[in-house]
């Protein structure tokens, strides 16, 4: 099984800058897209930004502009660099990764989410 750990949470000023990281490890076969899901309070889960093995990314509308997201596919690892912050942006950033077994079978993986809250 493959597991994500991920890292650069916590309280950031308005316009602040942080940047997540979420690392794979485990075994698998391959990690095909990686990216980040965000929940906030009374909201439904939605689709922050995503990036395929090749490099090709996709934006959620609100983040489009203001947040990057980039893998180091040797490492198995995918960032995300949050700019510009707002308090809407207030949420738990999950990182998930469509991972292929040895055998063929695919599943998503999940971490286990990093809070991040935009306040002064």
């Known amino acids: 099984q493959v597991h994500l750990v991920e890292s650069g949470g916590g309280l950031v000023q308005p316009g602040g800058s942080p940047r997540l990281s979420c690392a794979a490890s485990?075994?698998?076969?391959?990690?095909?897209?990686m990216g980040w899901f965000r929940q906030a309070p009374d909201k439904q889960r939605e689709l922050v930004a995503k990036v395929s093995r090749g490099g090709n990314t996709y934006y959620g509308d609100v983040v489009k502009g203001r947040f990057a997201i980039s893998r180091d596919n040797a490492k198995d690892t995918v960032y995300l660099q949050m700019n510009s912050l707002k308090s809407e942006d207030t949420a738990v950033y999950y990182c998930?990764?469509?991972?292929?077994?040895?055998?063929?079978?695919?599943?998503?993986?999940w971490g286990q989410g990093t809070q991040v809250t935009v306040s002064s």
């Open positions: 998930f990764a469509e991972v292929r077994l040895l055998g063929g079978r695919s599943y998503t993986a």
């Open positions: 485990g075994v698998a076969d391959s990690i095909n897209d």
